[in-house]
């Protein structure tokens, strides 16, 4: 009896000894085992015809007022390069399924105008077309990445676009692009086939699509053919394409993938500005949520192509509110505040760690269009709180994954929790380590303990996006309220990291 009652008070001092003196947010940066690498095209952007993404967004037209390099803003320009903006998507979205690339070429005055009936009846006049996103693209230094209309175009339609970009031959789309002024092919590699082809790119059902996409893709000789993939909880889709596809490896080099968080529903999604910490709860929830989607989708596709040549694509991805009164609805033009930068960084880090299957994820969209990186009203720009954490993440672009075994607090509400703390761990071609972590938790900081294995880093520096408010947020005319500044809360001894977080906040910390 009196053995018994030794060991229980034993056991009961190791057991509660012990985790009295730790904190409850552990982890193990390993690192020395990195195996995969985060593509830089993981930190793309997606630009559509809708509202003001393009035209005032990043197209003003030679003659305006606003300074600009061949009609594109000089502003915007210069705040895309600060962030290495690695790869662009165009011209949609569902966009895409009802653009006509020949309209869009030749002499702006020529072009014919058409109603954008997708995107709030507005007259487009083909003012932006191939030529003046190519040139965009390479004053960025980034690589573009055209979507086909498959949903009301031809095949024919679609194959003559890649000659027109792509050939160097003595063929009539090559000659033509010469004509028209552009004598190097602009070798683009990444293609659509379709957008959403389950919705607004032709309402199909995954058979009768795996047919379309293998009859498109076998007649567009892009480099890099990217099939549209279901709604994120459609496995059946993936199941069904990936199935149909299997025998047809050289047609299919990316499978998409689009995920918006909304904060209640599609009909009512919820204010970008004015909200709760109750929907700021449900905003992470559903944001966190892609992490086990994206494992679901990666397992099938894991069956069908285990040596992971296909790349899942999450070709659209960002919070979706309900868009700014007094603005055409149809325009999707929303602020952006603290809670979209957290959220960003939790996308970011889910996709960092999924980084052996994605290969490639642009946000929605790239300027004035659900979750920017930059607001424009005339000639005046605002970079919001997604743009900073954009900029301080581009440390992860190339750099290797390396793993991490995690024990975070719970963040409740209610009955529902979910992980406090999000991390992603990279280490650079310079051997410099870089920690990125989110605390979700908008009312409480939290201590962290790291060990990091396998390297023996001297100095850790660190930086920090935070505010007081849940809804802080960058203002026209307004000094910013949310942006990037030093972080001296981390301190590394004998190989042990310890952190105070404050609530809220998304932090970078360099290992050196
Ligand atoms: O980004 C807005 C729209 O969302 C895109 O056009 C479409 O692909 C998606 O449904």
Not at 94 to 122: L, Q, S
Not at 376 to 405: E, S
Not at 433 to 462: F, Q, R, W, Y
């Amino acid at each position: 009896m009196k053995n018994n009652i030794a060991l229980f008070i034993l056991v009961f001092i190791i057991i509660y000894g012990v985790n009295a003196q730790q904190s409850p947010n552990t982890f193990i940066v390993y690192g020395d085992s990195g195996k995969s690498t985060i593509s830089k095209n993981i930190y793309g952007h997606f630009t559509e015809h809708l509202g003001r993404c393009i035209y005032g967004g990043i197209w003003v037209g030679k003659n305006s007022l606003i300074p600009n390099t061949r009609g594109i803003r000089n502003d915007v320009l210069a705040a895309l390069k600060a962030i290495r903006v690695p790869v662009v998507r165009w011209p949609g979205g569902c966009f895409a399924d009802t653009y006509h690339w020949m309209d869009g070429i030749g002499p702006a005055e020529k072009r014919p105008k058409f109603v954008n009936t997708t995107w709030g009846g507005v007259v487009e006049d083909n003012s932006f077309g191939t030529h003046e996103f190519l040139d965009f693209c390479e004053l960025l230094g980034a690589e573009p990445y055209l979507t086909v209309n498959v949903g009301s175009g031809t095949i024919k339609e679609a194959r003559d676009w890649v000659e027109y970009v792509n050939s160097d031959n003595d063929s009539p789309m090559a000659n033509l692009r010469r004509l028209n002024g552009r004598k190097e092919p602009w070798n683009v590699k990444f293609w659509g086939i379709g957008n959403e082809t389950w919705g607004c790119g032709g309402n199909m059902t995954p058979e009768y699509y795996s047919n379309v996409y293998k009859q498109f893709s076998t007649f567009c000789l892009g480099k890099f053919k990217i099939l549209s993939g279901g709604t994120s909880d459609d496995l059946n889709w993936t199941e069904t394409i990936m199935r149909a596809t299997k025998n047809h490896g050289d047609l299919i080099q990316g499978y998409s993938y689009h995920y918006y968080t909304i904060c209640h529903n599609w009909e009512k999604k919820g204010d970008a500005v004015n909200f709760n910490e109750s929907e700021w709860f449900n905003t992470m929830q559903k944001t966190a949520f892609i992490d086990g989607n994206l494992d679901q989708h990666a397992a099938i596709m894991d069956r069908y192509d285990p040596e992971k040549k296909i790349g899942l694509i999450a070709d659209e991805w960002g919070n979706w509110f309900d868009p700014e009164p007094g603005d055409n609805p149809a325009f999707l033009y929303q602020q952006n505040t603290l809670r979209d930068a957290v959220t960003a960084a939790l996308f970011l880090n889910i996709f960092n760690n999924h980084c052996d299957r994605v290969r490639m994820a642009n946000i929605a969209q790239m300027v004035n269009v659900l979750q920017s990186v930059i607001l424009t009203k005339d000639d005046k720009i605002v970079l919001t709180p997604t743009y900073y954490v954009f900029k301080m993440y581009a440390a992860h672009q190339g750099a290797t994954l390396l793993p991490i075994k995690m024990n975070s607090e719970q963040y409740s509400q209610g009955n529902d929790k979910i992980q406090a703390i999000s991390i992603s761990a990279s280490k650079d071609n310079n051997g410099k380590i870089h920690i990125s972590i989110a605390n979700l938790d908008p009312m409480s900081e939290k201590k962290l303990s790291c060990e990091v294995h396998g390297i023996s880093a001297k100095k850790v520096t660190g930086e920090i996006i935070t505010a007081d408010k849940m809804n802080a947020y960058n203002d026209f005319g307004k000094p910013e309220e949310v942006t990037i500044k030093p972080f001296s809360d981390a301190q590394l001894r004998n190989g042990m990291l310890t952190i105070n977080l404050p609530a809220k906040c998304v932090v970078m910390l360099e290992l050196d």
